[in-house]
Nanobody
Framework: QVQLVESGGGLVQPGGSLRLSCVASGSQFSVYSMSWFRQAPGKQRELVALIGTGGSTNYADSVKGRFTISRDNTKNTVSLQMNSLKPEDTAVYYC?????????WGQGTQATVSS
């Protein structure tokens, strides 16, 4: 129903910034709650940020004040602006779309924070 493709990952130094993007296709984007998850090697996947259909946002405590999630329903995109990055932010970041009982995932994009 929904296909998600992430981009924008890469290698940055601590304190640097990355902007991740996710483009959705295949269904009406505006009816989905969108979120970013991340998963580091050997760890559980965790919710980083979400944005609802009405624009409300929630963030994990570990990223509050540093990350900003946004969506553009005219472009079917959701973004995650990541500032003041720390080595602990290193992970594969996944875009997720949810509506009712349906949940869709992108393939992930690697973000590495290292000197």
């Amino acid at each position: 129903q929904v296909q998600l493709v992430e981009s924008g990952g890469g290698l940055v130094q601590p304190g640097g910034s990355l902007r991740l993007s996710c483009v959705a296709s295949g269904s009406q984007f505006s009816v989905y709650s969108m979120s970013w998850f991340r998963q580091a090697p050997g760890k559980q996947r965790e919710l980083v940020a979400l944005i609802g259909t009405g624009g409300s946002t929630n963030y994990a405590d570990s990223v509050k004040g540093r990350f900003t999630i946004s969506r553009d329903n005219t472009k079917n995109t959701v973004s995650l602006q990541m500032n003041s990055l720390k080595p602990e932010d290193t992970a594969v970041y996944y875009c997720n779309a949810r509506r009712l009982l349906a949940s869709y995932w992108g393939q992930g994009t690697q973000a590495t924070v290292s000197s």
